[in-house]
């Protein structure tokens, strides 16, 4: 079952007599679209999906989250964010408009309700500030005006980007956030998009003045991923860290593989919750966004 191009589940149907070529395909698009126009009002949907209740600030945030996976013919991006039932201060963002990729990734501190409180101010007033044509500078220093004046002392980091999937042109800020990495042919390039973090939001350091952003072309086949610290700072027993090397090498690997963009993401949190024995200390969100262009 298939919403866009995000899988949503797996359905079974059984019948007395085999159906026309494409039936059953037809049969699961209609079940995903009738599970995704309900499953924002009628309960029995989402409690089917859920193992465990959710916390109060997990269940303010996900309301705010788009799908964790979107594209077109030129550009994929796919999210993942743990612990799901009790995530706190991280969250994402992505959408197209007209053929550029709009790319969001917030990490607020603490992990309460206050700090979700906080991410999702933060989403609302980047898609305000985007859907009225502000840009990337704007969107800095709306949110930094916005944590000042209704959620202060509630400091956040982020990574605000945007891909133009015509001609490959990435553009971004960062606000003291760990820089993204850029993966091409297998291989992490390194650091292409390294460059001096500025200070985190909340602090009224962006307001009204933003940071400029920061800008590289990409190849063909290139991924950008933007992570949180919870993913590299993710430590096993012995006290040994995730690391940004082996977070690296489980995409290249995995994407070398022919795992889609999706797939690669759901095997990197098992392999992350493995390794930190399915204890996760803080949030742990991954933004993996491809540049595809037709030949």
Request: charged letters at 20%; aromatic letters at 4%; glycine letters at 8%.
């Amino acid at each position: 079952m298939v919403d866009g191009i995000e899988r949503i589940g797996v359905m079974q149907a059984a019948g007395g007599c085999a159906g026309p070529a494409g039936a059953g395909r037809a049969l699961a698009s209609l079940a995903a679209l009738l599970v995704v126009s309900k499953s924002s009002h009628h309960d029995v949907l989402v409690q089917r999906e859920r193992t465990r209740p959710m916390t109060v600030q997990a269940e303010l945030l996900w309301a705010f989250l788009p799908p964790r996976t979107i594209g077109t013919d030129r550009a994929t991006s796919s999210a993942v964010l743990e612990p799901a039932y009790d995530i706190g201060g991280d969250a994402f963002d992505h959408t197209f408009i007209n053929e550029v990729l709009h790319l969001t990734l917030v990490d607020a501190m603490g992990h309460d309700l206050a700090s979700g409180n906080a991410s999702a101010a933060a989403l609302a007033a980047c898609r305000a500030t985007r859907r009225s044509g502000g840009d990337l500078r704007e969107i800095v220093s709306t949110i930094d005006r916005t944590l000042m004046e209704w959620i202060p002392d509630r400091l956040m980091t982020a990574v605000f980007a945007e891909l133009d999937t015509v001609h490959g042109d990435f553009t971004w800020i960062n606000c003291g956030h760990p820089p993204p990495l850029l993966i091409r042919d297998g291989h992490v390039v390194h650091k292409a998009l390294e460059r001096p973090a500025h200070l985190p939001l909340g602090f009224g350091h962006h307001t009204p003045d933003a940071p400029p952003h920061q800008h590289v072309r990409l190849q063909p086949g290139d991924r950008v991923l933007i992570h949180s610290d919870g993913i590299t700072e993710a430590h096993s027993s012995d006290g040994t860290f995730f690391g940004e090397e082996r977070l690296a090498d489980f995409v290249i690997r995995s994407t070398a593989s022919g795992d889609t963009g999706p797939e690669a993401l759901r095997r990197l949190l098992q392999n992350l919750l493995t390794h930190q024995q399915h204890r996760l200390s803080d949030d742990a969100t991954i933004l993996l966004t491809e540049w595809h262009p037709p030949s």
